[in-house]
């Protein structure tokens, strides 16, 4: 479990004074308060969690950082951001000395690609096959439907071509032989 899940979880279930940081919540106080280090850097994360942990509400932290995480979403977006109706326009820097559009600043840029992946629901008497994602690859230590991963989109009646599947997680079994895969549901 990363810091983000578990702080929401102690602030929201348990009442702890832990504050959430994600993307909105960068957004939101690398605006109300200019500040310019990047939020992909070590020294960043340091600096916005530490801010946001000094700034958390030791009352109610659950509905604090809920709703800093929901201002970030709905008012102060990436692109257009709604000043008008922010409650914190009074106090944002960003927004006195113009620099709304440069703020959050990022160090390196993520790179993305799109991947395409063909799940599977293969339902038995017993339940539904599921698998462990191993590897090196996103949602590592995760469950997933059997699946097969594709060079391009594949229409609707299309099935995948297993024998091309560049999925490296695990082997990938046709649809309907599910040998190698593991089992979930209520058995
Ligand atoms: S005033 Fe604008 S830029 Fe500043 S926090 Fe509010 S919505 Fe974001």
Same mark, same amino acid.
């Given at each position: 479990m990363g810091d983000y899940t578990a702080s929401a979880i102690a602030s929201i279930c348990f009442g702890k004074a832990e504050p959430v940081v994600d993307g909105n919540v960068y957004r939101v106080l690398a605006r109300v308060f200019g500040i310019a280090t990047p939020i992909d850097s070590t020294e960043g994360k340091k600096v916005f969690r530490s801010l946001a942990a000094e700034l958390i509400a030791k009352e109610h932290p659950g509905d604090h950082n809920q709703a800093v995480m929901e201002l970030g979403a709905t008012v102060c977006t990436p692109k257009n951001p709604r000043c008008g109706d922010c409650p914190l326009a009074r106090k944002c820097i960003a927004k006195a000395e113009g620099r709304i559009a440069e703020l959050p600043v990022k160090a390196g840029k993520t790179k993305t690609r799109t991947r395409h992946f063909n799940y599977l629901l293969i339902e038995t008497k017993d339940g539904i096959y599921l698998r462990k994602r191993t590897g090196k690859d996103?949602? $590592? /230590? !995760?469950?997933? !439907? %059997?699946? @097969?991963? *594709? /060079?391009? @989109? !594949? /229409? !609707?009646? $299309?099935? %995948? @071509?297993? @024998?091309?599947? *560049?999925a490296a997680n695990s082997s990938v079994d046709p649809p309907g032989r599910p040998t190698s895969i593991q089992q979930g549901g209520d058995s």
């Open positions: 996103i949602w $590592q /230590g !995760l469950w997933e !439907l %059997p699946m @097969a991963e *594709t /060079g391009k @989109a !594949l /229409g !609707l009646n $299309q099935r %995948p @071509a297993i @024998a091309d599947s *560049t």
